[in-house]
């Protein structure tokens, strides 16, 4: 993603993100769909569209007669987005869940159907309370339950990052019954946890796993014949038959939970596995290896 020289409106950048995502995955922008997504006037969206060419990237788009719509160049370069299918899937995923307000609007995105898979349950007023103490450096009061021990434990936390890894949420935070930092999956509150007067002494600064980063090797499985190793290298955009993902130490084996990858066994099938990691102990987990495993399983 390019940055600009200026900040851009939050309401802006939505529109812009819309006109790169539709015109690069549908190969056909109209302002319709920034009227119809934004509740906006025509002369709007088409200010919309000129701006974002004017100012962000003149050579993204070209205006077709024929289909009387704007297409990407062949220049066309992500400003304002990574350029990833994602991203075009999360505005279908939006579109399915605000179908009824999408069909009254008449908008015109394709047939499709995404995925529902059941998230754990997080109470509105756990996650107020751990934003809070996030965002302004507050301590936290928390009791929590773990599979390992399902009688709550009580304990005081100074939470510093709040992490998605898809369908699941934990906050990283320092731990003062454990005098580290740790792992909290959000749906383990026993109650919402309380947010303190008193200010975090820990910060991100001093967690060491959250600020190393680590480089992992990911090539196909190798017990897959070599014609299947070539279309899983080709299915992930592998060079030389390797995949480096570099990430945070502290979420790596998050990354690789989602790619089914586990740290201490193989799956038995290849076919399903398809990927292996080739540098484990570079990754510098150590003796915390099985709490890296036990946080991916939610029970920090």
Not at 28 to 54: P, V
Not at 206 to 220: F, G, H, K
Not at 251 to 261: F, K
């Amino acid at each position: 993603m390019k940055k600009t020289d200026w900040p851009i409106r939050w309401d802006l950048l939505l529109r812009y993100r819309l006109i790169e995502t539709i015109a690069l995955w549908e190969g056909r922008l109209t302002t319709n769909h920034i009227c119809h997504s934004f509740g906006i006037g025509r002369q709007q969206a088409s200010k919309d569209i000129n701006t974002y060419l004017r100012e962000l990237a003149p050579d993204n788009l070209e205006y077709d007669r024929h289909l009387k719509g704007y297409v990407p160049s062949d220049q066309f370069r992500p400003v304002v987005t990574h350029g990833t299918v994602n991203e075009y899937f999360d505005l279908l995923a939006r579109q399915q869940t605000l179908s009824s307000t999408f069909e009254s609007l008449n908008i015109t995105l394709p047939e499709s159907t995404i995925l529902q898979v059941p998230g754990r349950v997080i109470e509105p007023e756990t996650m107020r309370a751990v934003i809070y103490a996030t965002r302004h450096g507050r301590q936290l009061k928390a009791s929590y339950l773990s599979l390992s021990r399902p009688e709550p434990v009580e304990s005081f936390l100074e939470p510093h990052t709040v992490v998605c890894t898809g369908n699941s949420w934990h906050v990283r935070a320092w731990c003062h019954a454990n005098r580290e930092f740790r792992d909290f999956a959000l749906h383990r509150f026993v109650r919402p946890p309380e947010a303190l007067r008193q200010r975090a002494k820990q910060s991100s600064q001093q967690d060491e796993d959250w600020n190393r980063e680590v480089t992992m090797d990911l090539v196909p499985d190798q017990r897959l014949s070599e014609a299947q190793q070539q279309i899983i290298a080709r299915d992930f955009g592998m060079e030389h038959g390797h995949l480096h993902i570099r990430t945070r130490a502290a979420l790596a084996a998050y990354t690789l939970s989602a790619l089914g990858i586990t740290l201490d066994s193989q799956h038995p099938d290849p076919l399903v596995q398809q990927l292996e990691l080739v540098n484990p102990d570079q990754l510098g987990f150590g003796s915390r290896r099985e709490r890296a495993l036990k946080a991916v399983a939610g029970l920090s």
